[in-house]
């Protein structure tokens, strides 16, 4: 009888807790590790882990998650790989000196991704709303 791999199951059921999922972050399937890293009951010390991993897509994902701490956002900040560093860009809870070091980054997705960012998207329309009552102010 052949041998079924559960990991593909463990790694997205929302029944799968820490531990399983610690073990599962070593898999050499890297979509089982993507799995792993934008599941909602991994643990910050697997996260942790998980923001080494050898596949950007891994660490990416990793970036992407709301559990991300903002030492592992500001880490991730500085990976190689530009598709990592634009999911930074585009995390509600990077610090706005990351997004202000994003916005001069070499790689146009990576600097164009931090105008997505909720933080930046709320100040441009305080912005703009402060213009628009400027302008209304003085003109009418």
């Keep these: 009888m052949a041998k079924i791999d559960a990991a593909p199951i463990l790694s997205r059921s929302q029944r799968t807790g ?5 073990r599962l972050a070593t898999h050499e399937d890297w979509n089982i590790r993507v799995n792993v890293a934008r599941h909602s009951n991994t643990t910050e010390a697997t996260l942790a882990q998980l923001s080494q991993d050898e596949d950007y897509r891994v660490r990416s994902t990793v970036a992407d998650n709301p559990l991300t701490t903002t030492r592992l956002l500001i880490e991730l900040s500085k990976d190689r790989h530009a598709m990592v560093r634009s999911a ?3 995390h509600p809870a990077t610090p706005m000196a990351i997004l202000q070091t994003l916005a001069n980054d070499d790689t146009y997705v990576v600097h ?9 998207q709320m ?3 305080m912005s703009l709303l402060d213009v628009a009552r400027y302008v209304e102010h003085w003109l009418i």
Excluded: M, R, W
């Excluded at 164009?112 to 930046?120: A, G, R």
């Design 18 to 22: 820490g531990d399983i999922l610690a």
């Design 123 to 125: 100040l441009t329309s």
């Design 112 to 120: 164009s991704k931090v105008s997505e960012n909720p933080k930046i």
């Design 88 to 90: 930074i860009a585009l």
